[in-house]
């Protein structure tokens, strides 16, 4: 075997290494953002100030995987000059980490409405709306990540048609808490900040589906650019009552 293909090897061997170094950060900055959600939503439900404050504190985690998965992706790219799959690679790590950048802002901006309302008793069909519509989310969110781990544009499409769902909760949610606000304008400031948390949902579902077109893009070559289909009452990712009753269980991400 001459240098020159030894060379190659080490090379190919090095490059890899760096792909796979891309992908588990992603994989790291989602479990943060799933933990995000899933403990911004617990302390606004269970009222718990300090639960919020902990939440808030993971961001800066985030933010730091963004940038460090940003400047490799661009150097790798200066670098290798890389083709076809390995730069659709690339870019959709760039892109992906962005948008989880931004779930993780907004999973802080629910953490924060969360303190200041947590002096406040939440109405019970608010309440069982939120978590149902949290429940929702955060299946999508766990869909694009596992859709982005297996390289897997069938279960990408899934999470991106499934957020249908997640718009007509919010739009159901939006309504009764203008209903709330209308019968008793004691309740106005309460159901302000709700309606805002469930409009960072709403958003949060809209940045999951971007994961989604991504990984699809990132695999297929091929962008998404038809409408979103109505979806019917038999949605994969539509929870009956009892579901949404179950306990929440998040694993522990690994620390980077």
Known sequence: MNNNTTNHQHIVRSYDKELIEIDRMIATMG???????????????????????ETILIDEKINRLNLDIEENAIRMIALRQPMAQDLRQLIGAIRIATDLERIG?????????AITIAEEKHP?????????????VRRQLKGA????????????????????????????????????????????TLCTHLLFGARNLERLGDHTTHIARNVHFLVTGETIDRKRPKRDNTSHIQLS????EKPETVEEPKSF
């Open 31 to 53: 479990g943060y953002c799933e933990k995000m959600l899933s403990d911004a939503l617990q302390a606004m439900r269970q009222r718990d100030p300090e639960l919020a404050e």
């Open 105 to 113: 802002d907004l999973a802080k901006n629910i953490a924060k409405r």
């Open 124 to 136: 019970k069909p608010i309440r069982k709306d939120l978590k149902r519509m949290g429940k929702l």
């Open 145 to 188: 990540l596992d859709a982005y781990a297996q390289r897997d544009p069938v279960k990408a499409m899934e999470v991106w048609e499934g957020d249908e769902e997640v718009d007509n909760m919010y739009t159901s949610i939006f309504r009764e808490l203008l209903t709330y606000m209308m019968e008793d304008p004691r309740n106005i």
């Open 241 to 244: 009552p009892e579901e949404a």
